[in-house]
């Protein structure tokens, strides 16, 4: 099992530009969630799917859109990048309620 | 709402324990997780204890629950230089979500 998949693993971006970053588990889960880590702030819940065909506003939601395409795949997108986004994103998955999640690799996404 | 605390911060040398504090406000919590984060890579499960429990032990590791105090820790006996990263606390009560501390940088030194 790969488990939770992340692409791409870097990008820069120019403030303005869009992108989409892609996750993907294979674990059969039912949950999937993305977050942003930035120095000395943890780890901040941008969206999440408890199940598919939904989503939920996490914590920090502003600038971002998600789409949970199948119980697999869950892709964030960002329509106009800004240097506020410079940021190590993390997608995360559980089987449910209560579960420990499991943790992609991250993308680095730089916003210049 | 809920709130994780650690200190940022803790540098020991090699051979010796090294202890991780957190505490934590939501008296509901059910699952307290321990996750370690190594530089340049995501987050792995080290361990978690259910709120009904004191203590678990697994092999170096050792987490100990106050559930009064609302304070977790983790041991880490014969800290080795592997054992350098960044040690995350979470609480899980009644929501989906869990909510994650800032994160112990754990320096071992020769």
């Known amino acids: 099992n790969a488990g939770v998949t992340q692409t791409p693993k870097f990008q820069v971006l120019k403030t303005g530009q869009s992108m989409t970053l892609q996750c993907a588990q294979d674990?059969?889960?039912?949950?999937m969630y993305w977050y942003r880590q930035d120095p000395g702030m943890g780890l901040r819940l941008i969206y999440y799917?408890?199940?598919?065909?939904?989503?939920d506003k996490g914590e920090v939601p502003n600038g971002y859109n998600v789409s949970r395409l199948n119980k697999r795949e869950f892709s964030l997108r960002l329509e106009s990048a800004a240097p506020s986004q410079t940021s190590v994103y993390f997608c995360?998955?559980?089987?449910?309620?209560?579960?420990?999640?499991?943790f992609g690799p991250g993308t680095r996404l730089l916003v210049l | 709402g809920e709130d994780v605390e650690q200190s940022l911060f803790l540098s020991v040398r090699e051979g010796d324990s090294s202890v991780i504090n957190c505490t934590y406000t939501?008296?509901?919590?059910?699952?307290l997780y321990w996750y370690k984060q190594e530089p340049g890579a995501g987050l792995q499960l080290l361990t978690y204890?259910?709120?009904?429990?004191d203590m678990k032990q697994d092999q170096r590791l050792t987490v100990l629950l106050n559930k009064k105090d609302k304070h977790l820790s983790l041991r880490i006996a014969d800290t080795q230089t592997g054992d350098s990263a960044i040690y995350f606390c979470?609480?899980?009560?009644?929501?989906?979500?869990?909510?994650f501390g800032r994160g112990t940088s754990l320096i071992v030194h020769p």
């Open positions: 995360a998955s559980n089987s449910g309620f209560q579960e420990t999640q499991y």
């Open positions: 674990m059969n889960h039912n949950s």
């Open positions: 799917s408890a199940s598919e065909g939904t989503t």
């Open positions: 939501d008296s509901s919590s059910t699952y």
């Open positions: 204890i259910f709120s009904n429990m």
């Open positions: 979470a609480e899980q009560g009644g929501s989906y979500i869990p909510t």
